[in-house]
């Protein structure tokens, strides 16, 4: 439970810092102007993809990720991936609409936003895709599916409808709600061991993706410090203002990777509910082995 317990601790600090200080919410406010600047094809191409995201596409996604997993035999994956898509996307709307508060510290409202629902619906989505994966996919498919998200979460901060905090924020809920139903999962079904990848690929991966995440990060904090310091000395221009974007943008990208890996990571070597409810399937060692969960 160590991932729930860093995501929650993680989606704390983003709403501390962003919503409930000055410098937060101004260094928020710099990024939402910053993606208002970005040429009016990009930001009509951001509308567009947003549009994607309703009722309808999210209840194809659950059919497609539900009938994946039982063609798998994989019923307690079906369980934990619809479960984290219902659960994340309900939490969402209660913590922006009803939980937490919003202070008007700059004179923009106390309108709260965070977290942004289009940005928790396309990272379900993407969870619950790669939590039905079979194991020798599921790198892949993370790395694939994973775009959804992040172009939905950088969309929304382009379309000026959510400030970047808002999207890290649902990446945090996603990643606390998808290891939490997974740990249910396992409490309810159990769990065989199962196929582990080769060591050569699983440090290939974590090098690879370890590296965009400190790139992409360290881009991201060190474009908002210098943003920062701009704001001290007083208002800032369109210049500071699209290095703001860009710098959460990176940020975004980042807290995506880091979702990513670590659902991937917390289910590496675990053959969740034997495939079936709670009991093998009948097949012995070597099905477990070869498809796994």
């Known amino acids: 439970m160590w991932t729930t317990s860093a995501a929650v601790v993680v989606f704390v600090a983003n709403y501390l810092f962003f919503v409930r200080t000055t410098i937060g919410q101004e ?8 993606g208002e600047l970005e040429p009016q094809g990009v930001i009509t191409e951001a509308w567009d993809e947003l549009d994607v995201i309703s009722v309808a596409s999210l209840a194809g996604a659950c059919v497609v990720i ?7 035999r994989r019923f307690a994956l079906a369980f934990a991936a619809l479960a984290t898509i219902g659960i ?19 004179g923009a409202g106390d309108l709260n936003s965070l977290p942004s629902g289009h940005a928790t619906v396309a990272a379900t989505v993407s969870v619950g895709l790669v939590m039905v994966t079979a194991p020798r996919w599921r790198s892949i498919t993370a790395l694939v599916t994973m775009l959804f998200p992040i172009s939905i979460a950088v969309a929304v901060v382009t379309a000026g409808w959510h400030r970047p905090s808002d999207s890290i924020a649902a990446f945090c809920v996603v990643l606390a709600v998808a290891t939490t139903t997974l740990a249910a999962a396992v409490a309810l079904f159990g769990f065989d061991p199962g196929l582990v990848l080769p060591n050569w690929f699983r440090r290939s991966v974590l090098l690879i993706v370890g590296a965009a995440i400190a790139l992409l990060g360290g881009l991201g904090v060190v474009g908002l410090v210098a943003v920062r310091r701009q704001l001290d000395s007083g208002p800032i221009g369109a210049r500071w203002e699209s290095v703001a974007y860009a710098s959460s943008s990176a940020g ?29 399937d009948g097949v012995g060692a070597d099905h477990v082995a070869a498809d796994p969960a």
Do not use: E, F
């Not at 539900?66 to 798998?72: E, S």
């Not at 994340?88 to 700059?106: C, G, M, S, W």
């Not at 980042?254 to 670590?262: E, I, K, N």
């Open 27 to 34: 260094l928020d406010d710099a990024a939402l102007a910053g």
């Open 66 to 72: 539900g009938v994946i997993a039982l063609a798998r």
């Open 88 to 106: 994340a996307n309900v939490a969402t709307q209660l913590l922006k609409r009803v939980v937490l508060p919003r202070p008007d510290l700059i």
């Open 252 to 280: 975004i990208t980042a807290t995506a990777l880091v979702m990513m890996l670590s659902l991937v990571v917390s289910m590496r070597g675990m053959a969740v509910g034997h495939g079936g409810w709670g009991g093998t």
